[in-house]
Antibody
């Protein structure tokens, strides 16, 4: 079955750029039936949707977040990635990648990675 | 942005209890609402979509209802595995927003 796995550094210094990758296994990221999203969760707090990408490279971002996020896709590697620039301690969180339906109003998350903890600290 | 508000924030209940969690949207979201269960240290797990559709593999003791701005998640008979935090999520517009969560604790 399809699985998602996040990878990336667990510790990032303030003002640097955070880079995370989500590897899709057991299925193709180019299947056309799904969007691929990033969601984060600070310790003890709720979930915040960051944005999503389609296999074509088309993206949507949470309009409530400042434009420090960039999501990209590498279909040859069956991966999609998240970059967050100028990180601060407020960006410390567990970052999840998730699959979202691509059909109209199927925009819920039916598959999640295990999550990766990113700590911003000097 | 559409704001989602869950109540209560914490709920204490016993095994076998009927449990209801409410989620209110700041504007109408039709039936475009999902519910998730999250256990400590784990990713959320989809329970319900389109307000009342049960995700495959989810026990039938979970049910969802509502439309417009008010929604409920009901667990008909609480089981030991159900002690967790539950989140609602709207997908009516391009910004997916979650409720703040409801923690179901052992009474």
């Amino acid at each position: 079955q399809v699985q998602l796995q996040e990878s990336g550094p667990g510790l990032v210094k303030p003002s640097q750029t955070l880079s995370l990758t989500c590897t899709v296994s057991g299925g193709s990221i180019s299947s056309g039936n799904y969007y691929w999203s990033w969601i984060r969760q600070p310790a003890g707090k709720g979930l915040e949707w960051i944005g999503r990408i389609y296999a074509s490279g088309s993206t949507n971002y949470n309009p409530s977040l400042k434009r420090r996020f960039t999501i990209s896709v590498d279909t040859s590697k069956n991966q999609f990635s998240l970059k967050l620039s100028s990180v601060t301690a407020a960006d410390t969180a567990v970052y999840y990648c998730a699959r979202e339906g691509a059909g109209e109003y199927n925009w819920y998350f039916d598959l999640w990675g295990r999550g990766t903890l990113v700590t911003v600290s000097s | 942005d559409i704001q989602m508000t869950q109540s209560p924030s914490t709920l204490s209940a016993s095994v076998g209890d009927r449990v209801t969690i409410t989620c209110r949207a700041s504007q109408s979201i039709n039936r475009w609402l999902a519910w998730y269960q999250q256990k400590p240290g784990k990713a959320p797990n989809l329970l319900i979509y389109k307000a009342s559709s049960l995700e495959s593999g989810v026990p039938s003791r979970f049910s969802g209802s509502g439309s417009g701005t008010e929604f409920t998640l009901t667990i008909s008979s609480l089981q030991p595995d159900d002690f967790a935090t539950y989140y609602c999520q709207q997908y009516n517009d391009y910004s997916r927003t979650f409720g703040q969560g409801t923690k179901v604790e052992i009474k």
